[in-house]
C-alpha cells in the first residue's frame, strides 16, 4: 500500500518553512525520506525507526509517530539549495519491500 | 557518484526489440532493486533481490525480466514492450533487505519505446 503524501507542491521564499504529511494506512515499521533534485537520482535525508524518534539534518528534521501511522518531514529557513521532490518510503521488515508516496515537489525561490 | 552504476544511460527501442538493461554495485551490498519512474508513478517498485534470490515481484509484466548472476550486478532484460514502459527505471541497493539502511541509487536508464 503506497504511503501518502501531502501536499503535492510548496512553493517557499528562501527562509520560509514548511512541512511534508506521510501518512499510511498500514503499520508503519520505519519511513524513509529522499530528495530528488530534476535530472538526478533520489538522494537518502534519513530513516526513522519505530518509537516515535525524530531525526535531524542540518535545518531539515523529521518525526515519526508510529500509533497515527504517520511522518513528518521539516524544511526549516529553507535554502534554495532544497528544492527538488521529496519522497517518503515505508519499508517492510522482512521482505524489504520499500514503497514511496507519490512526492512533494518544493521550489524555493529568491 | 553513489557505487550505483547503470547502463546504459539512454535507450531507444521499438516495440518487436530486445535489449537489456545493466546494474553495477561497488558497495557490498546484498540487496539490488528496480523502481521504474514515469509522471504517472513517481517511483514505482519493480523488483527486490536479496542475496541474488528474487524476495519481490511487485505485479510486473513478464515483458520484464530480471537476472541477478550475484550480488553486485542486477539486469532488466526488456522484450515486447509497449510505449507505456518509457519511462526512467532507475537500480538502487543497500546492504541487506532486513537491514533499514538507507538506498543507494544508481543515475537511472532513461527508456524510449516507440
Known amino acids: 500500500q503506497q504511503p501518502v503524501q501531502s501536499p503535492q507542491a510548496v512553493i517557499l521564499r528562501e527562509g520560509e518553512d514548511a512541512v511534508i504529511n506521510c501518512s499510511s494506512s498500514k503499520a508503519l515499521y520505519s519511513v524513509h525520506w529522499y530528495r530528488q533534485k530534476h535530472g538526478e537520482a533520489p538522494v537518502f535525508l534519513m530513516i526513522?525507526?519505530?518509537?516515535?524518534e525524530q531525526k535531524g539534518h542540518d535545518k531539515i528534521s523529521a518525526s515519526f509517530n508510529e500509533k497515527k501511522q504517520q511522518s513528518s518531514l521539516y524544511l526549516t529557513a529553507s535554502q534554495l539549495s532544497y528544492s527538488g521532490t521529496y519522497f517518503c518510503g515505508t519499508d517492510h521488515p522482512l521482505t524489504g519491500k520499500l514503497i514511496f508516496g507519490q512526492g512533494t515537489t518544493l521550489q524555493v525561490k529568491p | 557518484e553513489t557505487g550505483v552504476t547503470q547502463t546504459p544511460r539512454h535507450l531507444v527501442m521499438g516495440m518487436t526489440n530486445k535489449k537489456s538493461l545493466k546494474c553495477e554495485q561497488h558497495?557490498?551490498?546484498?540487496?539490488m532493486y528496480w523502481y521504474k519512474q514515469s509522471a504517472k508513478k513517481p517511483l514505482e517498485l519493480m523488483f527486490v533481490?536479496?542475496?541474488?534470490?528474487?524476495?519481490e515481484n511487485n505485479s510486473v509484466p513478464s515483458r520484464f525480466s530480471p537476472e541477478c548472476p550475484n550480488s553486485s550486478h542486477l539486469f532488466l532484460h526488456l522484450h515486447t514492450l509497449q510505449p507505456e514502459d518509457s519511462a526512467l527505471y532507475l537500480c538502487?541497493?543497500?546492504?541487506?533487505?532486513?537491514?533499514?539502511?538507507?538506498?543507494?541509487f544508481g543515475e537511472g536508464s532513461r527508456l524510449t519505446v516507440l
Open positions: 538502487a541497493s543497500r546492504p541487506g533487505t532486513r537491514n533499514t539502511g538507507e538506498l543507494f
Open positions: 533481490y536479496s542475496l541474488e534470490e528474487r524476495v
Open positions: 558497495l557490498g551490498h546484498n540487496a
Open positions: 526513522l525507526l519505530k518509537g516515535g
